[in-house]
């Protein structure tokens, strides 16, 4: 049943697919704005390199996640997803995946290219790969807790935003630290680990949350 | 055997209804009835689990849905406003990732059978979203035939359905009473069923 719901939410969002360009695109953009912006010394670049594409990258995961539970919400599918027998975390657990498939893959092969304008070094690329491979499916399953929660509401993609950038900045922190130490000659083990652990802690109770606040907002 | 136990809902700050019960036992029909806004959404939606009640208690079994979960949506087949029809899909990806999701997967002849059933042969390969609203609403009647589940709770089943259309649901829930299943339909219209147990059970 997983692997059909993974499927199910994987030809979706094919059939679909304007709207996960949108977000591809959102990154690209936001990310090549700043050596414009900036100009094109090599030192700043490299400084501010790994905030940009961390922050760009909770920016362009943000803008999908509506998507997550809000079309099923609309047509009906996800009261009928809740009354499968079977657990809530699982429905929750596999359209994170499909979401993180989706919207956060495209992301991570796309980033060294968009790396290259900043300057960074082949180790530093790899670096960037790697912290956001770790750090996105974060991104994906906490934005489900609040894409979960303000299912319905109005408001709902500027509460989203409020509810789940506060709950982001671990990621940010680890992930653009891990950049950073690689830029600067250090070694990002420790950065990566404590993404690794963020990544494990949030799996086991990030859908658990979501899946709670699903049965509270299809009420 | 589904018990019905001094059910209050209260939606907003109105008491939609208070100390409802009921039973309902193998092979029973219950048809709901009331106004608009009476309340009766709401109760189908207690029933099948989505909503809690202010007060009272749903059993299954004789034990209380609450704690019974996910055991409990394995006996339940619910077919509310909306179909639950995926816009993208064709009618048979519909049909059978429900299935799967569900619990009943559906070989590709299965489902195909049962589409010729509901009289969507021709459009099994057409995405849902060019289908019409009585052809929505057939396809999504066929969840109700391939899953195995005991109790149909049923929200205006018939409407934008066609002569045909109608005839087929009634037969549906005919054979699945006959069958011990249990069904709870709400309706504006008489379902004019040849079912041996019948309960009118009216909101106000």
Redesign the interface.
């Known amino acids: 049943m997983f692997g059909w719901l993974v499927w199910r939410d994987l030809i979706l969002a094919w059939r679909r697919r304007a709207d996960v360009l949108a977000t591809l695109f959102f990154f690209i953009i936001v990310v090549s704005l700043f050596p414009l912006g900036i100009g094109p010394e090599r030192e700043t670049l490299r400084t501010i390199a790994p905030g940009v594409v961390w922050v760009a990258a909770l920016l362009a995961s943000m803008l999908s996640l509506g998507r997550i539970f809000g079309n099923d919400y609309q047509d009906g599918t996800l009261e009928q997803l809740l009354l499968t027998p079977q657990p809530a975390y699982l429905v929750v657990l596999a359209k994170v995946l499909a979401h993180w498939i989706v919207s956060e893959v495209p992301l991570v092969v796309i980033a060294p290219v968009l790396g290259l304008q900043y300057g960074l070094s082949q180790n530093g690329l790899a670096i960037v790969v790697v912290s956001l491979l770790l750090g996105t499916p974060v991104l994906s399953v906490i934005g489900s807790v609040g894409a979960a929660l303000t299912l319905g509401l109005r408001a709902g993609n500027v509460l989203v935003a409020i509810l789940v950038l506060p709950l982001y900045i671990p990621v940010l922190i680890f992930g653009s630290g891990a950049v950073q130490a690689s830029v600067t000659g250090s070694s990002p083990q420790a950065w990566l680990l404590l993404l690794g652990a963020t990544l494990i802690v949030s799996l086991v109770f990030a859908p658990w949350a979501a899946s709670a606040a699903l049965r509270i907002s299809v009420e | 055997m589904l018990e019905v136990i001094n059910l209050t809902c209260v939606r907003g700050a109105r008491r939609l209804f208070k100390d409802l019960s009921f039973s309902a036992g193998e092979g029973e029909l219950v048809e709901l009835r009331g106004p608009n806004g009476s309340g009766k959404t709401s109760l189908l939606?207690i029933l099948?689990?989505?909503?809690?009640p202010a007060a009272g208690e749903v059993r299954w079994d004789g034990r209380s849905i609450r704690k019974l979960g996910?055991?409990y949506?394995?006996s339940?087949a619910?077919l509310?406003?909306?179909?639950?029809?995926?816009?993208?899909?064709t009618a048979i990806?519909n049909l059978r990732?429900?299935g799967?999701?569900?619990?009943t997967?559906l070989g590709k002849g299965e489902a195909e059978e049962v589409l010729t059933r509901v009289g969507l042969s021709q459009q099994q390969n057409l995405?849902a979203q060019v289908l019409s609203a009585g052809q929505r609403r057939r396809l999504g009647m066929t969840?109700l035939l391939t899953s195995r589940a005991k109790l149909w709770i049923l929200d205006e089943v018939l409407t934008s359905l066609d002569d045909a259309a109608m005839n087929l649901s009634r037969e549906f829930i005919t054979e699945h009473l006959k069958k011990d299943g249990i069904a709870i339909v709400a309706t504006h219209q008489d379902l004019n069923l040849a079912a041996p147990r019948i309960q009118q059970l009216r909101l106000s």
Do not use: I, M, W
């Open positions: 939606r099948c689990g989505l909503a809690t996910e055991e949506f394995a339940v619910y509310g406003h909306q179909n639950g029809v995926k816009d993208e899909l990806e990732v429900s799967a999701v569900s619990g997967p995405p969840r």
